[in-house]
């Protein structure tokens, strides 16, 4: 059974930051593309970044780069997406996702779903 597994989400003042983990089992990082997409109340779910299967590669939305920083382990199966500077409209619920390919574009092609996590950021 496949499951990822998000943790990490929370409070945090504008300017803070916080260290979301997607634990994967079931599959293998070398041939999943692995992503964190949120959504915000009302708003459609947006793709925030990515990590490739293969050479580690990322992709950032560009209303996170430079402040995210997503990166992978793959002995722990485990995919961590680093929030800097936090801003408000930062606020809502991440979700990791596994696609079995070596990139993640949307969540059209997303193969599996973990649970979401809550992060809320207060100005």
């Known amino acids: 059974e496949v499951q990822l597994q998000a943790s990490g989400g929370g409070l945090v003042q504008a300017g803070g930051s916080l260290r979301l983990s997607c634990a994967a089992s079931g599959i293998s990082l070398d041939d999943y593309a692995i992503g964190w997409f949120r959504q915000a109340p009302g708003k459609e779910r947006e793709l925030v970044s990515s990590i490739s299967s293969s050479d580690g590669s990322t992709y950032y939305a560009d209303s996170v780069k430079g402040r995210f920083t997503i990166s992978r382990d793959n002995a722990r199966k485990t995919v961590y997406l680093q929030m800097n500077s936090l801003k408000p409209e930062d606020t809502a619920v991440y979700y990791c996702?596994?696609?079995?390919?070596?990139?993640?574009?949307?969540?059209?092609?997303?193969?599996?779903w973990g649970k979401g996590t809550q992060v809320t950021v207060s100005s």
């Open positions: 996702a596994a696609d079995y390919s070596d990139a993640i574009y949307s969540a059209i092609s997303v193969d599996y």
